[in-house]
T-cell receptor, first 115, second 111 residues
Framework: EPEVTQTPSHQVTQMGQEVILRCVPI?????FYWYRQILGQKVEFLVS????????KSEIFDDQFSVERPDGSNFTLKIRSTKLEDSAMYFC?????????????FGPGTRLTVL | RKEVEQDPGPFNVPEGATVAFNCTYS??????FFWYRQDCRKEPKLLMS???SGNEDGRFTAQLNRASQYISLLIRDSKLSDSATYLC????????????FGTGTKLQVIP
């Protein structure tokens, strides 16, 4: 069964450093997403991406964040200068459609720890 | 008021029991609704979509009441493997791609 994959599974970084989280969405999917989940809290939408551009983003997704699809398979989330409060699980997701039956499939997540 | 609100639980039920979870959403413009399950420290996994007509998938039944802005999930004949956190999700208020998760309801099925 096709699945979304993410690397690395765990990333430890120093405050102020840049990190890039990587995702490989399901191959025939067209819509890509990033979410975060701070430990013990709910899953929060960050951004959606379609046709090589951001289609929607939340208030969390500020200038420190950027997304890119550098080639035909990878989808990345960059955090420019990490803060302690960026420590969270980051989930990538993909979907085939964006309409009313927008069923999103999640990757296993990258746990980001900012020291 | 939270956009998507759920009773956090935990719900501790014996194997074989029937358990129901409720969820309310505040944005009447929401169009799509889903239930996901999330195991501890794992990714959310889609359980089922929720339609006004109600839908059933084996032991699971989901229902949407648009007038009351209320979504439910019923699990019959609970199994130990049903132990997880159940996440209510709404989307479509600002575009179908932007989904809002509830905080989740934790279920523990006891032998």
């Amino acid at each position: 069964e096709p699945e979304v994959t993410q690397t690395p599974s765990h990333q430890v970084t120093q405050m102020g450093q840049e990190v890039i989280l990587r995702c490989v969405p399901i191959s025939n999917h067209l819509y890509f997403y990033w979410y975060r989940q701070i430990l013990g809290q709910k899953v929060e939408f960050l951004v959606s991406f379609y046709n090589n551009e951001i289609s929607e983003k939340s208030e969390i997704f500020d200038d420190q964040f950027s997304v890119e699809r550098p080639d035909g398979s990878n989808f990345t989330l960059k955090i420019r200068s990490t803060k302690l409060e960026d420590s969270a699980m980051y989930f990538c997701a993909s979907s085939l459609t964006s309409g009313i039956d927008n069923e999103q499939f999640f990757g296993p997540g990258t746990r980001l720890t900012v020291l | 008021r939270k956009e998507v609100e759920q009773d956090p639980g935990p719900f501790n039920v014996p194997e074989g029991a029937t358990v129901a979870f409720n969820c309310t959403y505040s944005n009447s413009a929401s169009q799509s609704f889903f239930w996901y399950r999330q195991d501890c420290r794992k990714e959310p996994k889609l359980l089922m979509s929720v339609y006004s007509s109600g839908n059933e998938d084996g032991r699971f039944t989901a229902q949407l009441n648009r007038a009351s802005q209320y979504i439910s999930l019923l699990i019959r004949d609970s199994k130990l493997s049903d132990s997880a956190t159940y996440l209510c999700v709404a989307s479509g208020s600002g575009g179908y791609q932007k989904v809002t998760f509830g905080t989740g309801t934790k279920l523990q099925v006891i032998p």
